[in-house]
């Protein structure tokens, strides 16, 4: 499979996220190509992790497929030939989009991350261990790194095009978008982190932590847009390994975290873009992450 860090379709690009580009189709529909671009502590790197953008694209569409009848999505197919019978333009460029493209509803979005933790860790262990609150909203005093959070804790941020997006609370998001969708969207994220982590856990992952984004379609529903639960939105444990009171080893872009780090202890790098080039074998071992991760998910190899 080809690897592409940047995608060059014959149709309107109207965006361009780290890792996704964005296409018009038409007043209805969007296609979403996701590259096999990957970012760490918010650079870009120049490289490209093989399969990656195929496994955000096939996880998400195995998840909306399984939120069918719970929550309304913007799915309307990640199947190459089916996005190709709708937009026979992209049919000379099926080896580009193969696996890594979904044709999706098009939305009002949200400008709020919902995020929901399960977990505490991250950077939610990071502020508790510093002043006992999560997103400035207190917690109970003497919790652990890692301990599972119950009930699970909403903790909505900020969209940012680039940096970090910034931890809100909940009574400043009421402010941003209402109190009615407020509600609304704490209730889906629930509904479908509720879904997600029960069945992820029977394939032996923990769901940690992980957010969602939002939009209005042109019927005024709310409904579920983005990627949804994959190794990018989301923190994956293994069931088997989890201890609370000390940090977990994640289903994700860790080995390009580790390289990174001891490159900027080393004085190599600064932190900054340019990043350092990456070796082939962090390359190789954050590509299988990725195909672990689906795998895992799913219960099966991925096939595109």
């Known amino acids: 499979m080809t690897t592409m860090l940047s995608s060059d379709l014959p149709l309107s690009k109207i ?10 189709v038409d007043d209805d529909r969007l296609l ?6 990957i970012s760490a502590f918010d650079v870009v790197m120049g490289e490209t992790i093989p399969m990656k953008g195929a496994v955000l694209t096939q996880i998400s569409a195995y998840w909306f497929n399984e939120l069918e009848g719970v929550v309304h999505h913007h799915m309307i ?67 652990v790194e890692s301990v599972k959070l119950e009930p699970a804790i909403f903790s ?20 941003v978008v ?11 994220t629930r509904a479908i982190y509720t879904l997600g982590e029960e069945l992820a856990r029977k394939q032996g992952i923990i769901i940690a932590d992980t957010k969602f984004e939002f939009g209005r379609d042109k019927a005024g529903r709310i409904i579920l847009i983005d990627e949804v639960m994959t190794p990018d939105s989301s923190r994956f444990w293994a069931v088997d390994a989890y201890t609370a009171g000390r940090p977990q080893a994640s289903f994700d872009k860790q080995p390009l975290r580790d390289y990174l780090d001891a490159e900027r202890r080393a004085g190599r790098w600064n932190g900054d873009a340019p990043p350092p080039p990456l070796p ?25």
Do not use: Q
């Open 15 to 24: 965006g361009r996220g780290k890792v996704r580009d964005i296409y018009s």
């Open 32 to 37: 979403l190509v996701t590259t096999d671009r």
């Open 77 to 143: 197919s990640a199947d190459t030939d089916e996005i190709i019978a709708e937009v026979p333009a992209l049919k000379p460029h099926r080896a580009d989009i193969l696996g890594r493209a979904m044709l999706c509803r098009r939305t009002i979005v949200f400008p709020i991350e919902c995020v929901i933790r399960g977990y505490l860790s991250g950077s939610a262990w990071k502020e508790y261990a510093v002043g006992g609150t999560l997103a400035g909203e207190k917690l109970p005093a003497g919790l």
């Open 156 to 175: 909505p941020a900020t969209k940012a095009e680039t940096g970090h997006d910034e931890n809100i609370t909940i009574a400043r998001m009421r402010e």
């Open 178 to 188: 209402g109190e009615e969708v407020a509600y609304t969207l704490e209730s889906m």
């Open 280 to 304: 082939a074998s962090v390359v190789e071992a954050t590509s299988k992450r990725y195909l672990e991760a689906y795998r895992r998910i799913t219960g099966k190899e991925l096939k595109v």
